[in-house]
Structures are given as structure tokens and as C-alpha cells.
């Protein structure tokens, strides 16, 4: 096994020649150049940019998951732990109404790709 000297970050070593008496390390720091096609690929994938996800296919069928008429008077707003879906409604009338046909809409959210994942609804007033 080979031993080889440790390598301290510019900050520590600054600090040691500091403290040495030594005049410290002001020369830019030279790192290697990245190729932009593939740092925006590494955030296309980190952040699934372009990738079509549950919420936007939940948005885009949610007049046929909760039916035309309740469809004005609530909107889904995100997707908690994966498995939960929350949905702000404007009145408790409505509220009440889709707590009364959650398992429909539960059945209706079933039908999507990767709709399965949802297993549970809150509903919000606001």
C-alpha cells in the first residue's frame, strides 16, 4: 500500500501557511471543464424535467376522475408521501360530496399510469 501525502482543501492550507508565516495561496483554483450536454442531462433526470409525472396527468384528466360538475369547485394541489393525494375544494357542500364518492374517484385515479400509487384523498376548504 502505497502512502501518499494527504491532501488539504485550499481553506487549510491558507490557514497553515498562515499560521506558519508563510504567504498564502491566492491563485485561482483550476478545476476541469464539464461538457453542458451533460450537467443539463444530470438535471433533466435529477429534477424530471420533460418526463410526464402523475400530477400533470392527474390535472390534465381531472374533469373525468371527479365528474363536470365538481370539477370547477376543486382542484387537485399536490401528492403527499407519495401515496396521498390533496385536494383543495372551494365549499363543504362540494367537500362532502366528493368524501361521499372517494372511492370512485380513488377507482378513477386507478385508471391513470402509475394511478394505482394514490391511496388515500384529504380534502382542503379554501
Known amino acids: 500500500m502505497v502512502n501518499k501525502p494527504y491532501k488539504f482543501s485550499r481553506q487549510a492550507q491558507n490557514l497553515i501557511a498562515n499560521l506558519r508565516g508563510i504567504p498564502e495561496n491566492y491563485s485561482p483554483i483550476v478545476r476541469e471543464t464539464v ?12 429534477y424530471k424535467i420533460g418526463i410526464d409525472s402523475l400530477e400533470d396527468q392527474i390535472r390534465e384528466s381531472w374533469t373525468k376522475i ?12 399536490r401528492i403527499e408521501r407519495e401515496h396521498t393525494l390533496v385536494i383543495l375544494v372551494s365549499n363543504p357542500i ?24 394514490i ?3 384529504v380534502f382542503l376548504s379554501g
Not at 35 to 46: A, E, N, Y
Not at 66 to 77: F, M, R, S, Y
Not at 101 to 117: E, F, P, R, T, V
Open 66 to 77: 371527479v365528474g363536470l360538475g365538481n370539477a370547477g369547485h376543486c382542484n387537485p394541489v
Open 35 to 46: 461538457d453542458m450536454g451533460s450537467v443539463f442531462d444530470k438535471i433533466l433526470t435529477r
Open 94 to 117: 362540494i367537500r362532502q360530496e366528493l368524501q361521499f364518492n372517494q372511492a370512485i374517484i380513488l377507482k378513477n385515479l386507478k385508471s391513470l399510469k402509475y394511478g394505482n400509487q
Open 119 to 121: 391511496r388515500y384523498l
